[in-house]
């Protein structure tokens, strides 16, 4: 197949999977909090819907900025699908995907000149604890298999069976980064509702269309990648099922635990993805 | 406040980037540049077009507070 038209389809799939599966997430955690909640297509409606709102910009944004970080959330999104389920390369290119989206939450809350962004632009350099779990994760995986490469993590996992049973502590370590970019986190510090949305607040009507897009890509592309690491070759079936039953999992934590302070948020992961790690290296080596 | 003529512009390039790598078969490091720059470039020259805009009277009022809860 063309590479563009693989890349474009891979987008398009991604941004309507993310989507459903965002809108199933919303879903599953009303029903565990006893309320009826939106429909599992909404998320997907109100990514289109915004697509055509008016967009008005605040006298305070840096416009350049302003808009450009959108642009740049997509991209960074785009990459992360180049280097996934098209090309699946790297594991270090989606290191530095996560590391530019934190750029991104960053910056995009600085650009808007108001006080919610610039707080939750403030807890974006907080959160960035999130990304030690991640890296302490990739580097097991590598001690494990001894290739960053995800085509080679997969062939390795076809002749020895999944990594999640053989370092189920590294699959927890990865399984709190999906946690911690899920709706409603109890890590989701830069989300949190006092600061209204966060980074977001000031991006509305198109943009926030835009940024949703761009979050349904990421949300698909997060799923991918833990699921192709841990749970070696999967079928588009195998990958549904997979993707859905971490949504469930993830709506149901999020629905029944508050949000965490900024510092017990960046404790906890710390001490979770110490452990983990600690654990792991021990288990390798034993 | 957002430049029509450079929307135009960037939508025309990005639509001809990504339809030529389409129809040619360019060198890989050719088309993930035009996807990574390219598909996002699409979407946004496209949004800032299609969006709707404040009526001419309603324009003044939009950027009347610097942020929300102003």
């Known amino acids: 197949m063309n590479l563009m038209a693989d890349i474009l389809i891979n987008v398009i799939i991604a941004f309507l999977a993310g989507s459903l ?26 990514s289109l819907k915004f697509f055509f709102k008016e967009t008005s910009f605040p006298k305070t944004v840096s416009m350049p900025f302003y808009i450009g970080i959108v642009f740049i959330l997509a991209a ?20 530095g995907v996560y590391a530019v989206y934190k750029i991104v939450e960053h910056n995009s809350g600085s650009s808007s000149g108001s006080p919610y962004g ?43 069976g999944p990594l999640a049973f053989s370092i189920p502590l590294a699959a927890i370590m990865f399984f709190l980064l999906l946690l911690s970019k899920s709706p409603y986190s109890p890590f989701g510090i830069t989300k949190d509702k006092a600061l209204i949305s966060g980074f977001e607040t000031e991006h509305f009507g198109f943009l926030r269309g835009f940024i949703m897009f761009s979050e349904s890509i990421s949300w698909y592309v997060m799923l991918w ?62 | 406040m957002v430049n029509k003529t450079l929307c135009i512009v960037l939508l025309i390039i990005s639509t001809i980037a990504i339809l030529a790598c389409l129809v040619v078969n360019l060198e890989a490091w050719i088309v993930y540049s035009v996807a990574i720059i390219g598909i996002p470039l699409w979407v946004l020259s496209f949004g800032l077009l299609t969006m709707a805009k404040p009526r001419e009277e309603d324009k003044e009022e939009r950027v009347k507070e610097p942020f929300t809860g102003y």
Request: hydrophobic share 55%; glycine share 8%.
């Open chain 1, 21 to 46: 599966l965002l809108g199933l997430h919303r879903k599953i955690m009303a029903r565990v909090q006893k309320r009826p909640g939106p429909p599992i297509i909404q998320h997907l409606l109100h």
């Open chain 1, 76 to 95: 960074v999104w785009i990459v992360g699908v180049i280097v996934g389920p098209v090309s699946k390369d790297s594991l270090l290119i989606l290191f």
């Open chain 1, 118 to 160: 610039k707080a939750s632009c403030v807890r974006a350099v907080l959160s960035a604890a999130t990304e030690l779990p991640l890296f302490a994760a990739i580097v097991l995986v590598y001690l494990k298999t001894g290739s960053m490469n995800i085509g080679n993590i997969i062939s390795y996992q076809s002749a020895n």
């Open chain 1, 225 to 286: 990648v833990f699921l192709t690491l841990f749970f070696g070759p999967l079928t588009a079936v195998g990958y549904l099922i997979g993707m859905i039953v971490i949504t469930f999992i993830t709506g149901f934590i999020n629905a029944v635990t508050p949000i965490l302070n900024p510092n017990h948020s960046v404790m906890t992961q710390i001490t979770i993805g110490a452990v983990c790690f600690v654990g792991t290296v021990l288990m390798i080596l034993i």
